[in-house]
């Protein structure tokens, strides 16, 4: 089990920037498993800005869910950066939400290949009126919990940043 304690200023964070902004969040979650969208919904007031949480685990989830395509999946991968774009941009377009944030990733600790190794993670975030933004995370075989809370405290200091971008962009209208 992830102890999401440690991550709880940073979900508390996010929930007062967004609430503070006026933004909706979802989260498109596969080898985290709804824990982003758990540490955000664990703060008080969460309610007022967390749209939903996709829990697209398998490759039908994603594309039933998110609209990722079949043939993206069969071409790079599940856990490649083009999905984890695909997965932010059909979770902006599935729900109400103004910023989300996918993941997918190899949790460990099998699963891994010598291209894709234990402890990578692919997080992508898109907003409306912003380029959808890529980050790969290399974790190393840490654990399966560890390589999850990581990319949890990665995500949330993502969207914070993502935040803070949409807020500049309606000041600056750049």
């Known amino acids: 089990m992830t102890d999401l304690a440690r991550v709880e200023d940073s979900a508390a964070r996010v929930i007062r920037e967004a ?16 824990l982003i969208a758990s540490s955000l919904t664990e703060i008080s007031g969460s309610s007022a800005v967390v749209d939903r949480g996709f829990v697209t685990y398998s490759n ?15 071409r790079v991968g ?25 993941i997918t990733g190899i949790a460990g600790p099998g699963g891994g290949s010598a291209e894709k190794p234990v402890g990578l993670v692919h997080m992508a975030l898109a ?7 890529h980050e790969e995370l290399r974790l190393g ?34």
């Open 19 to 34: 609430t503070a902004a006026g933004l909706l969040l979802a989260t498109a979650e596969s080898c985290t498993g709804g």
């Open 127 to 133: 907003a409306k009126g912003l380029p959808t933004q």
């Open 141 to 174: 075989d840490v654990g399966r919990s560890a390589v999850r809370l990581a990319t949890v405290e990665r995500a949330l200091t993502a969207l914070s940043q993502t935040i803070a971008k949409v807020l500049s962009v309606r000041e600056t209208g750049e």
């Open 78 to 102: 599940a856990v490649s950066r083009d999905v984890a774009i695909a997965m932010a941009e059909g979770a902006l377009t599935a729900s109400r939400a103004d910023v989300t944030v996918a």
């Open 60 to 74: 039908e989830a994603k594309r039933d869910m998110l609209g990722v395509p079949a043939d993206l999946i069969a």
